[in-house]
């Protein structure tokens, strides 16, 4: 089990080795473990003495973002970017979070990105309760998804832009790729707004008033990306639509060049056919202008059917 902790008092934030958490006194005290191991069970039950609920919460392996108020505190799941590389079908990190008044613990399985920058948030005094800590969190994991969910409307910009029957296959790849990942985004998104707005109207002393400003703030962030993402769905499905619809267009191209190809050498191929079978008797096939003759009729049956094509116009299609 690894981790770290804050204690704070007056704004004023010292690390210290986790379990030092327990015992030291404070305004806050901040405990943050990163591990996937089952002993972190046990530090949570038998040494933080947390009821089985939040432990079970804290550590379980598939979560989902949620809110749920449990006696003075509350448990908060919310999901993050990773700087590492994710299944493709859970694309975000999960951060849990407890917080009573005076104290919060968060458990991460995978290293998620806004752990960092709250960190980095309680160096510089700017958290001083649980609410400011969770506000941080909540605000730190919108504010570093939302340019990648602007990023994935860039590239489908860039996408119809570049629309072409030539980059047909290039193209329907990087669409793929894109509404893959606003799929698994928007899986989470809208529960997360879900949780902040049910944490922000939660009862309790130790979430300030400016505290659920901003859970409410993240949440609208989140409602934003989500109706983003689906817009981006939306327009995934019509450009994938219209790539199918330009890749028909080459095929039907391609079969009309095949089918006047076809059409040209049908009638030379019967005659040269005809008159290339071994039997006796064929007209004029003893005679020395047989087969110029012969091959004045093909070259003036394929002039006659180009002529038919153009005058039906199949080469303009």
């Given at each position: 089990m690894s981790g770290f902790g804050f204690r704070i008092t007056d704004a004023k934030a010292t690390r210290i080795e986790v379990k030092e958490a327990l015992t030291c006194d404070a305004d806050l005290v901040w405990v943050?473990?990163?591990?996937?191991?089952?002993?972190?069970?046990?530090?949570?039950?038998?040494?933080?003495?947390?009821?089985?609920?939040?432990?079970d919460a804290l550590t379980a392996t598939e979560t989902r973002p949620r809110c749920e108020g449990v006696g003075d505190g509350a448990f908060l799941n919310l999901r993050g970017r990773s700087d590492e590389t994710?299944?493709?079908?859970?694309?975000?990190?999960?951060?849990?979070?407890?917080?009573?008044?005076?104290?919060?613990?968060?458990?991460?399985?995978?290293?998620?990105?806004?752990v960092a920058e709250v960190e980095k948030m309680?160096?510089?005094?700017?958290?001083?309760?649980?609410?400011?800590?969770?506000?941080?969190?909540?605000?730190?994991?919108?504010?570093?998804?939302d340019p990648d969910v602007a990023g994935l409307g860039d590239q489908l910009d860039d996408c119809e832009e570049q629309l072409d029957a030539e980059r047909v296959?290039?193209?329907?790849?990087?669409?793929?790729?894109?509404?893959?990942?606003?799929?698994?985004?928007?899986?989470?998104?809208?529960?997360?707004?879900?949780?902040?707005?049910?944490?922000?109207?939660?009862?309790?002393?130790?979430?300030?008033?400016?505290?659920?400003?901003h859970l409410a703030a993240a949440a609208d962030r989140a409602a934003r990306m989500a109706e983003e993402l689906e817009s981006i769905r939306e327009r995934s499905?019509?450009?994938?639509?219209?790539?199918?619809?330009?890749?028909a267009e080459q095929l039907d191209t391609r079969g009309l060049v095949i089918s006047i190809?076809?059409?040209?050498?049908?009638p030379l191929t019967f005659i040269t056919g005809l008159y290339g079978m071994n039997v006796a008797n064929l007209p004029y096939s003893q005679e020395p202008w047989a087969f110029d003759a012969?091959?004045?009729?093909?070259?003036?049956?394929?002039?006659?059917?180009?002529?038919?094509?153009?005058?039906?116009?199949?080469?303009?299609?």
């Open positions: 943050h473990l990163s591990t996937t191991a089952e002993h972190a069970q046990s530090w949570l039950r038998d040494e933080a003495k947390l009821q089985d609920y939040v432990v994710l299944d493709t079908s859970d694309l975000l990190a999960s951060v849990r979070i407890w917080a009573v008044k005076g104290h919060v613990f968060s458990v991460t399985r995978k290293p998620l990105i806004a309680v160096e510089r005094g700017e958290i001083r309760d649980p609410g400011d800590l969770i506000a941080a969190f909540a605000t730190a994991i919108t504010s570093d998804l296959f290039e193209l329907r790849r990087t669409v793929s790729k894109v509404r893959v990942a606003a799929i698994g985004y928007k899986r989470f998104l809208n529960p997360q707004r879900a949780a902040l707005e049910k944490l922000a109207a939660l009862p309790g002393d130790w979430l300030a008033d400016d505290d659920r400003l499905a019509l450009i994938h639509e219209t790539l199918t619809d330009l890749r190809a076809a059409m040209v050498f049908l012969i091959c004045g009729i093909c070259a003036l049956l394929s002039a006659g059917v180009v002529v038919y094509f153009v005058q039906r116009h199949w080469f303009r299609r």
